[in-house]
């Protein structure tokens, strides 16, 4: 069957830094845009980086610049999502997701096929 798992979360101290990996099995992520979205409580999710299947990457907000990165290896079949300079307001689940397409979007509601997340928790 096809699934997402994602691991790599925590609890860090402002400043920290994480290393989300977001592993497929089932079905090949090189071939679909892939994205990495996180949902804080008590908000709705919002899109992080989208990895397309070239290898492009986009990005739809200005907290991700110059702190997150996202990137693929395909031999792992795995997706990374690299967090640094990391600040109380990045605490929420973050979640992989599957556009059946191989070019990103910025709409949640593009994305059909999700993870069950891991938890980061940012706090001193």
């Known amino acids: 069957q096809s699934q997402f798992v994602e691991s790599g979360g925590g609890l860090v101290q402002p400043g920290g830094s994480l290393r989300l990996s977001c592993e497929a099995a089932?079905?090949?992520?090189?071939?679909?845009?892939i994205g990495w979205f996180r949902q804080a409580p008590g908000k709705e999710p919002e899109v992080v980086l989208c990895?397309?299947?070239?290898?492009?990457?986009?990005d739809y907000g200005d907290f991700v610049r110059g702190r997150f990165t996202i990137s693929r290896d395909n031999a792992k079949n795995t997706v990374y999502l690299h967090m640094s300079s990391l600040v109380n307001e990045d605490t929420a689940t973050y979640f992989c997701a599957r556009r059946p397409y191989s070019y990103c979007s910025e709409s949640v509601s593009h994305y059909g096929f999700w993870g069950h997340g891991t938890q980061v928790t940012v706090s001193s």
């Open positions: 990895i397309s299947g070239g290898g492009l990457t986009a």
């Open positions: 089932g079905f090949n992520l090189g071939y679909y845009a």
